[in-house]
C-alpha cells in the first residue's frame, strides 16, 4: 500500500519513510526493504537522476494471489527473488513515482505525479518552513499593525492529517501552543522547542488566529 499524499495547500509535516529489517532478510515476500535495498535504491536513483530529495522509500507489495502461491508452494527461497521498491521522490521540483527492479537493479518505471497535493515535507524542509513567516516582509507588517509582540508567537506545525488542509498559522496563545504540543510525539515536540524556545510571557494574550498566507 502507497502512503496518501497530504493536500495541496499546506503539507507541514513530514517525514522521509524507511522501514529496515533487523534480522536477515529473505523471510517472507512482504518483508521491508533491508539495509543493503535501501541503499541499492538511493545509489540507482542518485546515479540516475539530479538534485534528488527522497520522501519516500519501501517494498512495492506482491499481489495477494502471488503470495498465496508462495505459501503453497512451501515457501521456495527463489520466489523472493523478484523484489521490487516504490519511491516517492522530489526531482527539479516535480513529485516522482518510481518503481525499482531489486533484482536487476533497475529501474521499471518513473512516473511525475500530476494530481492534488504532493509528498509532505521531510525534517530539514519542516525547520526551513518555521523561519520563513519572520523573513516574509509583508507578513511583519500585519503583525506590526495588529501590535502583536513576536516574542510571544511560535510557528506551529499541523500533527492531525485531518488539519493538513489549514493554511499556517501563528499562535498568538501559549495554551493553544502547549496543547498542540501535547499532541505530538515527545521527539517531534523536543525537535521543535529546540529551534522554538517556549515564550516567557506573564499572561496568555487571547487567543487570535493569523493566516500566513495572507
Same mark, same amino acid.
Given at each position: 500500500?502507497?502512503?496518501?499524499?497530504?493536500?495541496?495547500?499546506?503539507?507541514?509535516?513530514? @517525514?522521509?519513510?524507511? *522501514?529496515?529489517?533487523? &534480522? @536477515?532478510? !529473505? *523471510?517472507?515476500?512482504?518483508?521491508?526493504?533491508?539495509?543493503?535495498?535501501?541503499?541499492?535504491?538511493?545509489?540507482?536513483? /542518485?546515479?540516475?537522476?539530479?538534485?534528488?530529495?527522497?520522501? =519516500?522509500?519501501?517494498?512495492?507489495?506482491?499481489?495477494?494471489?502471488?503470495?498465496?502461491?508462495?505459501?503453497?508452494? $512451501?515457501?521456495?527461497?527463489? *520466489?523472493?527473488?523478484?523484489?521490487?521498491?516504490?519511491?516517492?521522490?522530489?526531482?527539479?521540483?516535480?513529485?516522482?513515482?518510481?518503481?525499482?527492479?531489486?533484482?536487476?537493479?533497475?529501474?521499471?518505471?518513473?512516473?511525475?505525479?500530476? !494530481?492534488?497535493?504532493?509528498?509532505?515535507?521531510? &525534517?530539514?524542509?519542516?525547520?526551513?518552513?518555521?523561519?520563513?513567516?519572520?523573513? =516574509?516582509?509583508?507578513?511583519?507588517?500585519?503583525?506590526? @499593525?495588529?501590535?502583536? /509582540?513576536?516574542?510571544?508567537?511560535?510557528?506551529?506545525?499541523? /500533527?492531525?492529517?485531518?488539519?493538513?488542509?489549514?493554511?499556517?498559522?501563528? =499562535?498568538?496563545?501559549?495554551?493553544?501552543?502547549?496543547? $498542540?504540543?501535547?499532541?505530538?510525539?515527545?521527539?517531534?515536540?523536543?525537535?521543535?522547542?529546540?529551534?522554538?524556545?517556549?515564550?516567557?510571557?506573564?499572561?496568555?494574550?487571547?487567543?487570535?488566529?493569523?493566516?500566513?498566507?495572507?
Amino acid at each position: 500500500m502507497h502512503p496518501i499524499l497530504a493536500p495541496s495547500v499546506v503539507p507541514f509535516f513530514l @517525514t522521509f519513510h524507511i *522501514f529496515t529489517l533487523s &534480522g @536477515t532478510h !529473505g *523471510f517472507h515476500p512482504l518483508d521491508p526493504l533491508s539495509p543493503f535495498e535501501l541503499t541499492q535504491v538511493q545509489t540507482l536513483i /542518485k546515479n540516475s537522476y539530479q538534485n534528488v530529495t527522497f520522501h =519516500y522509500v519501501g517494498l512495492d507489495e506482491p499481489d495477494k494471489p502471488k503470495v498465496l502461491s508462495w505459501l503453497s508452494q $512451501n515457501q521456495p527461497k527463489d *520466489f523472493l527473488h523478484n523484489r521490487v521498491a516504490f519511491v516517492m521522490a522530489l526531482i527539479d521540483s516535480e513529485s516522482h513515482e518510481i518503481t525499482v527492479d531489486l533484482s536487476n537493479n533497475s529501474i521499471l518505471s518513473d512516473k511525475v505525479y500530476k !494530481g492534488n497535493g504532493y509528498p509532505m515535507l521531510n &525534517g530539514e524542509e519542516q525547520i526551513a518552513s518555521i523561519g520563513l513567516p519572520l523573513k =516574509y516582509a509583508p507578513f511583519m507588517a500585519s503583525i506590526i @499593525t495588529r501590535e502583536y /509582540k513576536l516574542q510571544s508567537m511560535s510557528t506551529i506545525l499541523p /500533527k492531525n492529517p485531518a488539519s493538513m488542509h489549514l493554511p499556517g498559522r501563528l =499562535y498568538a496563545d501559549q495554551a493553544h501552543r502547549d496543547d $498542540n504540543l501535547a499532541k505530538w510525539t515527545s521527539a517531534e515536540a523536543s525537535q521543535f522547542l529546540e529551534h522554538n524556545p517556549v515564550p516567557k510571557v506573564k499572561s496568555p494574550i487571547p487567543v487570535k488566529w493569523i493566516n500566513c498566507s495572507a
